[in-house]
């Protein structure tokens, strides 16, 4: 079965600088989708950010990207020039192609930017 | 477009009481998820349904009943609330023929069970 590990259940980051949040995850499955999305305290789920397991390049938007290390099952999020509206909990999750729909979540981390 | 929409916000319930949790999307999305997040342990599915008249368990089934009569809606039913089911609930669509899309997610009811 497939699981997905967040190691840092909470980070805090000073505003304008770089945070990198941590996702390791376990599949048997050659082709899959990884998402990060971010939950402010609204509740609202939002995505941030996509990865195709085929496509060996990172995935990048704005201040967001990845470092997606297929063989390594790693998918870590960077937050560059952090800033305070990027205070949230932040949720990594998989998604398999064969033949599931399920969508797998890590336990998220908590993420504090400081003023 | 609304997206996906979920009644109530919030919600008390005594224990033994029952409840519909309402999801509704109006993307004609295929699949539809009802997840429940607890501090420390993440979204964790309870049921889902790939069509019309199609759904299944996920992780955390019991105590917890679906049906999906029509593409666009997708209640949860709880038959009697026990203290274990206070959690935030959300709902999510999305798109069959669209793989790799991400889930749309709902606003979230929160529920709390005295």
């Known amino acids: 079965a497939q699981t997905v590990t967040q190691s840092q259940p909470e980070m805090s980051v000073q505003e304008a600088e770089t945070v990198t949040l941590s996702c390791t995850y376990d599949t048997s499955e050659n082709n899959y989708y990884l998402f990060w999305y971010k939950q402010p305290p609204s509740r609202q789920m939002i995505l941030v950010i996509r990865?195709?397991?085929?496509?060996?390049q990172n995935a990048t938007e704005n201040r967001f990207s990845v470092n997606f290390q297929k063989a390594a099952k790693s998918f870590s999020l960077k937050i560059s020039d952090s800033q305070l509206g990027d205070t949230a909990m932040y949720f990594c999750?998989?998604?398999?192609?064969?033949?599931?729909?399920?969508?797998?979540f890590g336990t998220g981390t908590r993420l504090k930017v400081l003023a | 477009n609304a997206g996906v929409t979920q009644t109530p916000k919030f919600q008390v319930l005594k224990t033994g009481q029952s409840m519909t949790l309402q999801c509704a999307q109006d993307?004609?999305?295929?699949?539809m998820s009802w997840y429940r997040q607890d501090p420390g342990m993440g979204l964790r599915l309870i049921h889902y349904s790939v069509g019309a008249g199609i759904t299944d368990q996920g992780e955390v089934p019991n105590g917890y009943n679906v049906s999906r009569s029509t593409t666009e809606d997708f209640p949860l039913r709880l038959l009697s609330a026990a203290p274990s089911q206070t959690s935030v609930y959300f709902c999510?669509?999305?798109?069959?023929?669209?793989?790799?899309?991400?889930?749309?997610f709902g606003p979230g009811t929160r529920l709390l069970v005295l």
């Open positions: 993307m004609n999305h295929e699949y």
């Open positions: 999510a669509s999305s798109s069959a023929a669209k793989v790799g899309e991400t889930q749309y």
């Open positions: 999750a998989f998604k398999g192609t064969s033949g599931t729909y399920k969508y797998i």
């Open positions: 990865q195709e397991a085929y496509k060996q």
